[in-house]
């Protein structure tokens, strides 16, 4: 089974999946997976279609929502949030490591739920996944406004 880490409310964090992962993650009661890998990221990584077909199949919800360091946008993070917000729960957010998921999640809480970076900063650190170095990130989205935000 892969290794999952629940942040919170149903939302799970994981590194790469493949299609032969969806069977018993359907089994463990997931509804949906959201996956943050752009495809081709490295070698010998499956591509998105393989995992998106076996979801499907599997009858559970499946977004593609590719982000690296050089596409992180507010545009991804509001798509990223909309996913979590329409999503079937509990619902399971994956990349390479589970790390930029987390700060994806991050970063949309602080953005949308204008939590504080030091709670974020806490709740990840507890499932073990540290995002401190990310806090000046965090800050800023937090402080965008609906009108830098444009339509995806």
Not at 46 to 56: C, D, H, K, L, V
Not at 132 to 147: F, G, N, Q
Request: glycine share 6%.
């Amino acid at each position: 089974m892969v290794q999952t880490t629940e942040l919170e409310n149903g939302i799970h964090t994981a590194g790469q999946i493949t299609d032969r992962d969806v069977p018993e993650l359907a089994e463990a009661g997931f509804r949906t997976i959201i996956n943050n890998r752009p495809d081709n990221e490295e070698a010998g990584q499956p591509a998105y279609q393989a995992t998106e077909q076996a979801a499907r199949e599997a009858g559970l919800e499946y977004y593609f929502i590719p982000v690296t360091q050089e596409t992180l946008t507010p545009e991804k993070v509001a798509r990223f949030r909309e996913a979590m917000e329409e999503a079937p729960r509990p619902l399971l957010v994956h990349c390479r490591s589970g790390a930029r998921s987390t700060l994806l999640w991050a970063l949309a809480e602080a953005r949308y739920e204008k939590r504080s970076t030091q709670e974020l900063i806490d709740v990840a650190g507890k499932q073990g996944k540290d995002i401190s170095s990310a806090a000046p990130l965090i800050d800023h989205y937090r402080a965008w406004e609906d009108s830098d935000v444009k339509d995806t």
